[in-house]
């Protein structure tokens, strides 16, 4: 990834100067070596206890110090105060930003012999420009899950094309106006942006030194007019995910089927508990014509684990990174704990991931399909300047729900703020032709 002159430079600076420090401080090989390790999720403790009992001269010590949602923030403050952690996690849609900032290590030949055991989609998402910045965890294949007992109730097949998704949306309000056969957070910027993925768009894009945007071309206007469509005629609901009212009508039926990744199980699961073995999952329905065709889904959520770039271990740091991510004890631990869907093709031959989720026990070949979906999914990178995006989508959509305008006008806005700010930062960047 090229990085603006300004940010180049001082990382130079700083690398230096870095360099010179561990050159006046020769590394005392007899001690035990201690690193920090910022990560979230739940679990994560049980996971570092097989590293350590396994690695007793490198100790790991985990920090909830940021969350997913403030980890480029916080990470940012404790490179500059000169406490970073050794290595932490950090989701895909952030990561660009760190590696602009200087923050993360390159872990480029570490992580060489392991591409052939990566899916490609999740390669991708750490590789810029044919650098290796962090080691993926897992990725995160969509389907649509939906109550099996509900659409058969109303009679209503589970639909394969986005056509027949609008025409099944339609037709559970026609049966029943109490339910929805699903609700589209008109907020979720990174599940627009994973449909769009669907019919080819890629938002950000880098070759050599150039940046491309590439939000609102008109495949992905398609996609947005198709869901103005079934919001503006209340064929779906317009409630936002994860609040309060959309669990409640998860759990009550009012809502049918959510647009979710291979994760979901459990959440559904602690929403409606009730349910247990009345949902089923299918891969996103595509589109019947056109690239949407090709593609199973788009790219949503997972994270990667990086390695500081001021580490005072930087190989210690290194092999930690690759063991949480690529080692089968662990990765087994994090499947049990974590629900996670891995990155290492290997691990997807892990028992527990040859049987369907206990939520849903009648999926049998729900992570075989995981493995297919992931096959169909294109291959997309996350820009440096993903948040500044992904605000400018919510602000331009909730202006557009109110005043009962053109989704599709709303990438128009977040394809000017996203060009517009790359290139006051001083990045190579242009937009995508059409």
């Known amino acids: 990834m090229t ?31 201690e690193l920090t390790y910022w990560n979230w999720a ?63 290590a390159d872990i480029t030949p570490e992580m060489a012999p392991l591409k052939d055991q990566i899916a490609p989609v999740a390669w991708n998402l750490v590789t810029f420009d044919g650098t290796t910045w962090a080691t993926p965890q897992g990725t995160s294949p969509m389907y649509f899950f939906y109550r099996k007992d509900l659409l058969a109730e109303l009679n209503i097949e589970p639909p394969k094309t986005w056509e027949e998704f609008g ?18 957070s008109t907020g979720d910027a990174g599940t627009m942006a994973a449909l769009t993925h669907q019919v080819g768009a890629k938002w950000w894009s880098l070759e050599g030194d150039q940046w491309t945007v590439d939000i609102n071309g008109p495949e992905a206007k398609k996609v947005a007019s198709f869901w103005q469509d079934l919001v503006t005629s209340d064929a779906v609901s317009g409630m936002q995910a994860f609040s309060p009212e959309w669990g409640a009508a998860i759990a009550n039926g009012s809502i049918i089927g959510i647009i979710s990744a291979v994760w979901a199980p459990p959440l559904i699961q ?37 390695v500081s770039a001021l580490t005072k271990h930087p190989e210690e740091a290194k092999k930690f990174a690759i063991w949480i ?20 093709l290997e691990a997807r031959k892990l028992p527990q991931l040859q049987e369907a989720p206990a939520f849903i026990p009648d999926e049998k070949n729900f992570y075989q399909l995981a493995g297919e979906i992931d096959a169909a999914t294109p291959t997309v990178s996350w820009g440096p300047n993903r948040g500044i995006a992904f605000d400018a989508y919510v602000n331009a959509m909730g202006e557009a729900v109110q005043n009962k305008s053109s989704f599709a006008d709303v990438l128009d806005v977040v394809q000017k703020v996203t060009f517009d700010d790359m290139k006051n930062q001083g990045y190579n960047v242009v937009e995508a032709a059409h």
């Open 270 to 306: 602690n929403l409606a508990p009730d349910t247990l073995g009345d949902w089923a999952a299918i891969p996103l329905p595509r589109w019947s014509e056109g690239v949407g065709a090709q593609y199973s889904g788009g790219v949503t959520g997972g994270s990667a684990t990086a």
């Open 325 to 344: 991510t690529n080692n089968e004890e662990a990765l087994a631990a994090y499947v049990r704990l974590m629900n996670i869907w891995p990155a290492n």
């Open 42 to 104: 739940p679990h994560i403790d049980e996971v570092i206890a097989i590293w350590n009992e396994q690695n007793p001269d490198i100790h790991v010590t985990v920090s909830r110090a940021a969350g997913a949602n403030e980890i480029v923030q916080k990470l940012s403050a404790a490179h500059t105060a000169g406490n970073p952690p050794d290595v932490t996690n950090v989701t895909y849609g952030d990561l660009p930003a760190l590696i602009v900032n200087g923050l993360v």
């Open 167 to 184: 025409a099944a949306a339609k037709a559970v309000r026609a049966a029943d106006p109490t339910k929805y056969l699903t609700q589209f």
């Open 3 to 33: 990085l603006p002159t300004g940010v180049r430079a001082a990382r130079n600076l700083l690398a230096a100067s870095f360099g010179a420090v561990l050159l006046a401080t020769p590394a005392l090989s007899q001690d035990k070596v």
